[in-house]
């Protein structure tokens, strides 16, 4: 049976974040362990922080059961009792100070390891004091002109043990992106050097790894960069942003590039033209899922967190939200599609980790930029309350068309009215982001739900490769009656599958 | 199973049915023009004053000149206007202005049009403009947006929303009755054009009754989200302005020739048509017989709503002996609402509804929160800087602790300029009499150590007060004149009631009898010669102030990696309680620098997000000499005191460097593998014991 559907103006329809569908008891909890006492003027000159510590949470590390903390200040600090729901009882201890602006941090053996502009540093306790006592190179060589959008990100160790660094580009006064592989990703190097692997970066700052032990690393919107993507990170690939192709004259550069492509063309052609230049494994489209990404953190939780385990979140800045991702391989490269999943955080979400017990852990600052918290920093928990929520799990590509799998099974009565699909793509530019072009309706000519109730398989007229689509499923119901916690999924569809 | 799929019904088209279903016309309660500057200090009696006001501000001069006010009164530009109206707005207020929005002063024009013609008129003024895309909507915060319309200045002019609570209030709002309603915004317009307007507002209303504060892009959606009441945060949920329908180039042209009939130019800038010549006021006004002063104004006049007593007022001004000079001062400052804020000659500031509104700096007093006065302000302001003021520009805002912002008004800055310059010229006032020897002493004076304690409460500069946060006094010399300062500085309170200010020279006798030999007009005139001279700064300011996260070793000392001037942007500083401080070069693994005193302040380092280059908070800075050998830097360990060792590696023999500080002095330990020892610098100035055991160096430095 084939019908016809008419898509409405795309956007106009307004569509829940939150996870707790408006009828629905909540899924999640969220447990404030802290937040900055002073108020939100995170963009001011004068800024100046809260009482106490300033927690604006920059990595997170777990130690068996206690937390460590890297802070933009320059600190390591170990929280003991973080899961205690009482704050007294919550403790904070500082391990290591004095680095400089540190933004990641990862357990090795006994030692931590912590992002510092100029290195990754090894944290150590030698004489068993609690307070760290050598702090140790352990990677460096890349250029610090100064600049202070200049960051460093990582160390996150992948599947086989490398562990990898993103380095930021350079902006604004003093930038120097000619040498010393800024916007580049890389690894550590037996000699303690940083090892290119990739490049194209704009502002890489979330690594994460999948449970194949991939490793994943988000950008955000800005020149070259049309909207937010994750990527899937490994050696000799060309993510987009020209600003580090300079460092390609370097002598030790591990490639160089067959091709430059050219600005000012749509996305999909621009990837065409090198066959270095490879697309996001999923598009975060700007506005409608956030603005800017930051880290990226696998469910491995056994169902303590949800029905979303081998999934990706992704935290979010400006909108203080996490959101979901879902990939699969089609024809051996990752993609997939995002969901908004969770906003209304205190601040700007910066970091994500799971605790032991299958709770997240979301570390929030805001300073310098500004998000919707109306708080300037803080640390909060979220725990899964064993209400099943009502979502997409998964989206898949099919031949013609998509899978959607859903956590519960759906009212065939709901289905009439449901799906609606477009797709789009950006134009590759030095512009600062891109808007939606060659926007284009579809038609769900026919929409199958599974005997269980728990997929629905929809045949899509028209699919365009290397596009984002985007579904609405607006009124859809449960057969316990609920309402997705988000209608709205995307889709990127780089390949689609024989 | 294959499920039947039918077309959804968006929101977008009941939005849209409902708009149309509120365009209903009912001219009622609100229908007389409110002109602030008339309501607040004429309405209760007609006087001529009271009819200038409204000859000013109804546009009356427009068609018959003769205005007294500096800056004429004009209708906003009608630029775009499909892109940023509702079209069911506009025919709305064109047939009714005051029903569509409360109290407008624009007059009923199209009394007597036939609704074809109605329709000419709108597709004409639909086809205006160059159709300038507007910026697509951004994130839009309308809590924020709260806080900035209640906080920036808005309620000079217009009322708190009901639901705000003022800050100083008992949890009432307040309505201030003077308040300029607003339109129904989600009638009139949408989100991304009211945030276009608050940005660029001078572009639409060019004769500054709404004026221009400057605002970013964001500030500006964020105010819009509030007005517009949107409480979402995308704002793709919001519908833009609806599509104007195409209109055929005869009706444009037929809308064209309504406007330039109807006179509409006289207010209005409209491309290629001009405005009808001045038409001569009556010699005797008379409030009867279809003119515009009447309640039956013909077709092709102007048609007021005006109360009685509007209308005996115009009418007593139109009597009048019309002398410009009596009235234009004050008639200017009412119109442009200046009263709002300012009093001027005991007139005028804000009311006992707005006042609570005003906030800023409690610390300062009333003076803190409240914008100043304008009584003699153009003797106060040297032409310059109150020109820039006008016009807005950065360095003009003086006052970082008042919330409120002075708006800025581009296009008359230079008329309100000379206007004000002329009306407060003060010829007979004393000049100061600069002797350039005394320099040094209004150095003292302006400084705690002997002098009148200015910094006490003043900034100089990048140097914060060191008490309260009055505003910078290190550039007065490009504001203010050098007679109104010293007038001022003579008895503050006489300008500014209830100052916190002090007199320092009570009485003219001068309270530092000391300097200067006493003399007032001479502490007065160091005081401006020093700050004129803009050399050095007065006396009593700490090293560095302003940081307040200055690093003070005391038990221990306090490792902190940073970018530093001298050192570079792989600086690991070492402070240490004994007063003596180190900064390490990780990147050529020497030794870069010490200083003595102070050791430095982290803010920038630890929370500002342009991390610009900290330095040494002392003046005794000793750089290692040249040379020495580089190389490579492998990190630090802490021993127990807190002292570090520098790990180093040359070709691939470890190195270590040590250094701790005792009594005064710089202790530096090296050691190094065999057959590795390296070349040693020393810092500037230090006297040098050098110590050797097998592998091992010891070098104490000190300085005289």
Redesign the interface.
């Known amino acids: 049976?084939e019908?016809?559907?008419?898509l409405?103006?795309a956007?106009?329809?307004?569509f829940m974040f939150s996870v707790e569908a408006e009828e629905a008891p909540p899924s999640y909890e969220v447990f404030e362990l802290m937040t900055a006492s002073s108020p939100n003027d995170s963009?001011s000159?004068d800024?100046?922080?809260g009482d106490g510590i300033?927690l604006e949470v920059s990595g997170m590390a777990w130690i068996d059961d206690e937390l460590a903390i890297s802070i933009?200040?320059?600190e390591v600090w170990i929280i003991g009792n973080p899961l205690s729901k009482n704050r007294e009882e919550i403790a904070y201890r500082l391990f290591a100070?004095?680095?400089?602006?540190p933004l990641g941090l990862l357990r090795d053996g006994n030692d931590l390891l912590v992002s510092?502009?100029?290195?990754i540093?090894?944290l150590q306790d030698?004489?068993g004091d609690g307070v760290?006592?050598?702090?140790?190179?352990e990677c460096d060589g890349w250029n610090?002109?100064?600049?202070?959008h200049a960051y460093a990100y990582g160390p996150e160790r992948d599947g086989q043990g490398n562990l990898w660094v993103t380095l930021n580009l350079g902006m604004?006064?003093l930038a120097n992106n000619a040498v010393g592989w800024r916007g580049w990703g890389g690894t550590i190097g037996r000699d303690r050097k940083f090892v290119p692997k990739a490049l194209g970066m704009r502002s890489p700052s979330g690594l994460g790894v999948n449970l194949e032990g991939d490793m994943f690393y988000s950008d955000q919107q800005g020149t070259w960069i049309p909207a937010s993507p994750i990527y899937h990170l490994r050696e000799g690939v060309f993510y987009g942003n020209q600003e580090s192709t300079k460092s390609l004259n370097d002598p030790a550069a591990p490639f160089q590039m067959s091709a430059i492509p050219k600005g000012g063309t749509p996305y999909d052609v621009a990837l065409r033209s090198s066959k270095e230049f490879v697309p996001p494994a999923v598009w975060l489209p700007y506005?409608?899922m956030g603005?800017s990404t930051t880290d990226i953190e696998v469910i491995d939780e056994g169902g303590k967190f949800g029905p979303f385990d081998g999934q990706l979140l992704i935290g979010e800045f400006?909108?203080s939200a996490v959101n979901r991702v879902f990939l699969e391989k089609v024809d051996g490269e990752y993609q997939g599609a995002c969901f908004p999943f969770m906003d209304g955080f205190p601040a700007a979400v910066v970091r994500l980790s799971f605790a032991p017990d299958g709770s997240l852990f979301v570390g929030m600052t805001n300073?310098?930029?500004?998000s919707?918290g109306?708080r300037s920093y803080g640390l909060s928990r979220v725990s899964y309350t064993d209400e099943l929520p009502f979502s997409i799990r998964e989206m898949r590509a099919r031949p013609d068309g998509f899978e959607l799998v859903f956590t519960e099974p759906v009212d065939?009565a709901s289905?009439?009215?449901?799906?609606?699909m477009s797709s789009y793509t950006y134009l590759y530019s030095s512009a600062y982001g891109s808007?939606e072009i060659r926007t284009k309706s579809h038609e769900?000519t026919?929409?199958?739900?599974s005997k269980d109730g728990l997929s629905v398989t929809l045949r899509v007229e028209g699919l365009r490769p290397l596009y984002v689509h985007e579904l609405s499923a607006?009124?859809l119901k449960s057969v316990r009656g609920r309402s997705l916690d988000s209608p709205k999924a995307y889709y990127t569809l780089n390949k689609i599958p024989r | 199973?294959?499920?039947?799929?039918?077309?959804?019904f968006?929101?977008?088209t009941v939005f849209a049915v409902a708009v149309a279903a509120v365009c209903i016309f009912v001219p009622g309660a609100g229908a007389a023009p409110h002109v602030v500057g008339y309501e607040r200090f004429h309405s209760d009696e007609a006087t001529a004053e009271g009819g200038a006001i409204l000859f000013s501000e109804l546009g009356c001069a427009a068609c018959h000149g003769a205005s007294a006010a500096v800056v004429p009164r004009q209708g906003p530009r009608l630029i775009d206007l499909s892109q940023r109206i509702e079209r069911d707005w506009l025919i709305g207020f064109l047939k009714d202005p005051s029903s569509a929005r409360e109290g407008s002063t624009m007059p009923q024009m199209l009394h007597g049009v036939s609704n074809s013609e109605v329709e000419a008129v709108v597709a004409y003024l639909g086809s205006l403009g160059k159709k300038t895309k507007l910026k697509?909507g951004r994130?839009a915060?309308a809590?924020r947006g709260s806080a900035l319309y209640h906080e920036k200045g808005c309620l000079a002019c217009h009322a708190p929303t009901p639901d705000f609570r003022s800050p100083h209030g008992d949890g009432e709002s307040l309505t201030p009755a003077l308040a300029i309603a607003h339109p129904d915004f989600r009638e009139k317009t949408s989100l991304e054009a009211l945030a276009a307007f608050l940005s660029d507002t001078s572009t639409y209303r060019p004769d500054g009754r709404m004026p221009h504060f400057q605002m970013d892009a964001?500030e500006a959606f964020d105010i819009a989200a509030h007005l517009i009441d949107f409480q979402?945060?995308?704002?793709?949920?919001l519908?833009g302005v609806a599509q104007w329908p195409d209109s055929e180039a005869s009706l444009i042209k037929q809308g064209k020739e309504t406007v330039t009939r109807l006179n509409c130019a006289a207010c209005h800038e409209l491309p290629g048509i001009a405005s009808n010549e001045i038409v001569p006021l009556p010699e005797s006004p008379t409030l009867a017989g279809g003119h515009c002063l009447s309640e039956d104004a013909r077709p092709g006049l102007p048609r007021y709503e005006l109360t009685g007593g509007q209308r005996e007022s115009l009418k007593l001004f139109l009597s009048s002996e019309r002398s410009k000079e009596d009235i234009d001062g004050k008639l200017t400052l009412a119109a442009m609402n200046c009263y709002a804020c300012h009093d001027r000659e005991g007139v005028g500031g804000p009311l006992h509804d707005t006042d609570p509104f005003f906030i800023g700096d409690e610390s300062l007093g009333d003076s803190g929160r409240l914008p100043p006065p304008l009584t003699g302000i153009g003797h106060k302001l040297q032409a310059d800087s109150m020109k820039l003021l006008f016009e807005g520009s950065d360095e003009s805002r003086v006052r970082p602790y008042l919330n409120t912002q002075m708006p800025s008004y581009p296009a008359h800055a230079e008329a309100l300029t000379q206007w004000l310059q002329a009306v407060d010229a003060k010829p007979e006032a004393e000049e100061l009499v600069i002797r350039p020897d005394d320099i040094e002493s209004g150095r003292k004076l302006l400084g705690i150590h002997g002098g009148t304690n200015c910094i006490t409460c003043h900034h100089w500069g990048e140097q914060r007060s060191l008490g309260i946060p009055a505003l910078d006094i290190s550039s007065l010399d490009a504001r203010i004149r050098p007679s109104w300062f010293r007038e001022y500085l003579l008895n503050p309170a006489s300008y500014r009631p209830g100052t916190l200010m002090p007199p320092l020279w009570p009485g003219g006798q001068s309270t530092v009898p000391d300097v200067l030999e006493g003399d007032t007009e001479r502490q007065i005139a160091s005081i401006w010669a020093f700050i004129k001279d803009g050399q050095g700064i007065p006396e009593g300011f700490p090293e560095r102030s302003g940081g307040?996260f200055e690093l003070v070793p005391e038990d221990r000392p306090?490792?902190?990696?940073?970018?530093f001037k001298e050192t570079?942007?792989?600086a690991?500083l070492v402070g240490f309680p004994g007063r003596i401080h180190l900064a390490f070069d990780?990147?050529s693994g020497r030794p870069s620098l010490v200083w003595r005193g102070r050791f430095f302040d982290?803010y920038d380092?630890?929370?500002?997000?342009?991390?610009p280059?900290e330095k040494p908070l002392s003046e005794e800075v000793y750089p290692f000499d040249e040379g020495g050998t580089e190389s490579r830097?492998?990190?630090?360990?802490?021993?127990?005191s807190g002292a570090p060792t520098f790990?180093l590696e040359r070709n691939g023999g470890k190195v270590t460097d040590s250094y701790r500080v005792e009594e005064g002095v710089l202790i530096r330990t090296l050691t190094w593998a065999e057959g590795g020892e390296p070349e040693v610098a020393h810092p500037a100035g230090a006297v040098v014991e050098t110590a050797r055991s097998g592998r091992t160096l010891t070098l104490t430095y000190s300085w005289k």
Request: hydrophobic share 30%.
């Open positions: 049976m019908m016809r559907i008419h409405f103006a956007g106009l329809a307004g963009r000159k800024w100046r922080p300033t933009r200040k320059g100070s004095g680095l400089h602006e510092q502009r100029s290195e540093t090894r030698n004489d760290a006592d050598a702090y140790l190179t610090v002109s100064g600049n202070y604004g006064p506005n409608k603005r400006t909108n300073r310098g930029w500004s919707l109306n065939a289905l009439g009215d449901a799906f609606e808007d769900i026919d929409a199958e739900l607006n009124g | 199973m294959t499920v039947p799929i039918e077309r959804s968006g929101g977008l697509p994130h915060n809590e964001q979402g945060s995308d704002p793709r949920e519908k307040q306090i490792i902190q990696r940073t970018f570079g942007t792989k690991i990780g990147s982290a380092t630890w929370f500002t997000r342009g991390a280059f830097f492998l990190g630090y360990q802490i021993d127990q790990l």
